[in-house]
């Protein structure tokens, strides 16, 4: 008899929370990659074929991770799957620059097909699997025709919003997944309310869960909208005040939801750290671009300066379960590689350029993994 285990929204242990998070992130850096890849296409911006590999190689990632689950063979058949949608993703942007409308459709075809036979695939292997995967791989495949079509046709706003909404369907895609992974893996449990805590940690709730993951994520959003910035600075890709302006609702995001768990302990003048940084890195972008040496070496002291008020600032935050000085070679690591990535754009080199986003995404999941134990612990040592 199949004993149904679900997460329960009160008790979410530290190894459950980690289950969600990593299937997040998973779809989180597939559409970041799959939209790097679009922009090459579309706009010429980086090698295609590199970044069409690194595409590829993405969505190899969720079939390893079924590997040690379900067996060498089901991760093989959906790691198939979850290829072809970037061969079929690459067929269809070639029809579509060809002007080939009845290839152009047969390729959409086929895209929805993929994503039908990737949820009966799981829902086959997987008897646990949640009835919330219907739809969800279609729907995925919906907003990544609408982020193609906006870049396309130039249409920037629709960009932003459809981009926005895809970044929250990866959540729901990931919270699918884990809960699935989750039932099947604890399916021999009578009862799965009382399973043992894990880690030696307090749980927590469904709701502090999602309030770190959003905390979380910040590290994911902030590369990737730097990013944005930069080709719309360099490359003159879309409206460049609308992009800051998306950039600079980041951190209050992070910030507000940093509120949620620390309340008081956030200092009100917090996020104007942030906002000093993005106005830095953009007259740095702008130093750059004037060839202004003198300029660039005082801002980058800024930037550094600015490192450094942010790693006493958020360490004060928690000081119990953060170090100072590991936040201050986190955000030396990441500025470095910021700037690095701003030199790549200047300069034209986007092979180089396409190395130093995977370190930046690379670094934010290490980041973010940091944090969420550190707010883990805090919530658990304080309820």
Known sequence: MIIKNSFNPQCITYSQMNLIFNARIYYRRLTAW?????????????????????????????????????????????????????????????????????????????????????????????????????????????????????????????????????????????????????????????????????DGRKCITYDQMNAIFGIRMFWFEFVTWIRNYMISRYLGLGNAAEVKARLLEVPVAYVNALRQIFGDKVPEDYIDLFFTYIELLDAFITAQMENDTGEIDRITRLLYENADARAVAITAINPDFWDE?????????????????????????????????SRLLDQAENTSNYFAQGIFNYIGFNQ
């Open 325 to 357: 000085n590991e936040w201050r070679t986190r955000l030396y690591n990441n500025l470095r590689s910021t700037i690095e990535e701003s030199t790549s754009f200047l300069s034209g080199e986007y092979a180089r350029n396409i190395d130093i986003f």
């Open 34 to 198: 799959t939209r790097a890849y679009l922009l090459s296409r579309y706009f010429g911006i980086g090698t295609a074929e590199d970044l069409f590999s690194r595409l590829y190689l993405e969505t190899l990632d969720l079939g390893n991770m079924l590997k040690i689950i379900h067996g060498r063979e089901a991760a093989e058949r959906y790691s198939q799957l979850l290829c072809q949608f970037a061969i079929v993703l690459r067929e269809l942007i070639d029809a579509q620059l060809a002007g080939n409308i009845e290839e152009v459709n047969r390729n959409v075809n086929r895209l929805y097909e993929i994503a039908a036979e990737r949820r009966a695939f799981i829902q086959e292997i997987n008897p646990y699997a949640s009835p919330e995967y219907e739809g969800l791989f279609e729907l995925y495949v919906q907003y990544i025709l609408e982020e193609a079509n906006a870049l396309a046709a130039g249409d920037y706003s629709r960009e932003i919003a459809v981009y926005d909404l895809l970044t929250a369907h990866t959540d729901r895609m990931g919270d699918a997944f884990a809960e699935g992974i989750y039932d099947f893996i604890t399916s021999g449990s009578e009862d799965s309310e009382h399973l043992p805590l894990q």
